[in-house]
């Protein structure tokens, strides 16, 4: 069984550089509160700078919530993270679904575009789990866009 990768695009006014750096390093500026799953709100979430590192949430306490890990980091052009939350939105060391970010000069902005893949690994919740990330990925894609237009200005 395959499942069609999740793909969503938007361009910025940012160049690729900088677009790189909002999208990876202030993750946690643009993720839609509650749209997370560590047990209390985030307040930073992280995607260490290297492949082979992680990537999660962190609460104002401290406490880290895995989402997955830095599978390849090629700054300016793209990011791949392996996303590891099961059906059930909660970490999988076992699964690994595939999220690309590809940062493409256009003018003086960036087309952004975000590829969830692999996702017939959830197996028999693939359908259902594709349908859930097919709603909410345009939705976080879109707040990054915002976000960085908030910081150009």
């Known amino acids: 069984m395959t499942i069609a990768p999740i793909v969503h695009s938007v361009t910025v006014s940012a160049p690729p550089e900088r677009a790189f750096a909002l999208f990876t390093g202030r993750m946690g500026g643009w993720w839609k509160p509650g749209m997370t799953i ?3 709100p985030h307040v930073e979430i992280v995607v260490e700078p290297r492949a ?9 306490d401290g406490n880290e919530t895995d989402w997955g890990s830095v599978l390849a980091w090629e700054p300016p052009g793209r990011a791949l993270l392996g996303w590891q939350l099961n059906g059930n939105f909660a970490f999988d060391p076992e699964l690994v679904t595939e999220v690309e970010i590809t940062f493409i000069p256009v003018g003086t902005g960036t087309r952004v575009t975000l590829t969830h893949s692999r996702l017939e690994r ?9 349908a859930q990330l097919s709603g909410g990925w345009p939705t976080l894609v879109q707040m990054f866009a915002d976000f960085s237009e908030e910081q150009a200005s």
């Open 38 to 40: 560590g047990a209390q």
């Open 122 to 130: 959830y197996g028999d919740a693939a359908d259902r789990v594709a």
């Open 52 to 60: 082979g590192g992680r990537w999660f949430e962190r609460d104002a």
